[in-house]
T-cell receptor, first 113, second 114 residues
């Protein structure tokens, strides 16, 4: 089982719709969580951190479920410009007090007019 | 407002050739990283430098070496390129090593080894 798993998609969604996707992680010691966005042939860019109580940034809502070990990203009123690959990142504190960032392979989202 | 600058953007190497990927950041970040990204896989850490003067192996260090030249610059060297090293390479930086900070990435180097 991969340490961080994402549905690769693609998710084909009409403009204006709401879309959500999840990311599951295997290490219960994971401490912090992020969503990055990566456009085709570009570098990843931080979209938002994911806080324990859930957080919102405009049309984007991120939630964490520690019991079931997944995080989610919800996009409301989707725009054509939201088309991208969304990467889930999990930060885990190891026994030697170092952190390890594990990246998911990404979920591809295509917004159609 | 450059952020993280990587060179070159594209490179084709023959098996056995060597090359160095350059990376520089102007955000006064302490930590820098080299990742590779392959289709269907998450980013994998090759090497990182928590602070100037230190470097550590990541998940996939074999076949690579790094140099943290100063606080700004972190280079990645392939001594004898192999087809398995065909990938997209990203340099990144952050305020602190592997902690709860967002990373800033360079625009990537697309490397093909034939």
């Amino acid at each position: 089982r991969k340490e961080v798993e994402q549905d690769p998609g693609p998710f084909n969604v009409p403009e204006g719709a709401t879309v959500a996707f999840n990311c599951t992680y295997s290490n219960s010691a994971s401490q912090s969580f992020f969503w990055y966005r990566q456009d085709c042939r570009k570098e990843p860019k931080l979209l938002m951190s994911v806080y324990s109580s859930g957080n919102e940034d405009g049309r984007f809502t991120a939630q964490l479920n520690r019991a079931s070990q997944y995080i989610s990203l919800l996009i409301r009123d989707s725009k054509l410009s939201d088309s991208a690959t969304y990467l889930c990142v999990v930060n885990t504190l190891l026994m030697d007090s170092n952190y390890q960032l594990i990246w998911g392979a990404g979920t591809k989202l295509i917004i159609k007019p | 407002n450059a952020g993280v600058t990587q060179t070159p953007k594209f490179q084709v190497l023959k098996t056995g050739q060597s090359m160095t990927l350059q990376c520089a950041q102007d955000m006064n970040h302490n930590s820098m990283y080299w990742y590779r990204q392959d289709p269907g896989m998450g980013l994998r850490l090759i090497y990182y430098s928590a602070s100037e003067g230190t470097t550590d192996k990541g998940e996939v260090p074999n076949g690579y070496n790094v140099s943290r030249l100063n606080k700004r610059e972190f280079s990645l060297r392939l001594e004898s390129a192999a087809p398995s090293q065909t990938s997209v390479y990203f340099c990144a930086s952050s305020e602190r090593a592997l902690a709860n900070y967002g990373y800033t990435f360079g625009s990537g180097t697309r490397l093909t080894v034939v």
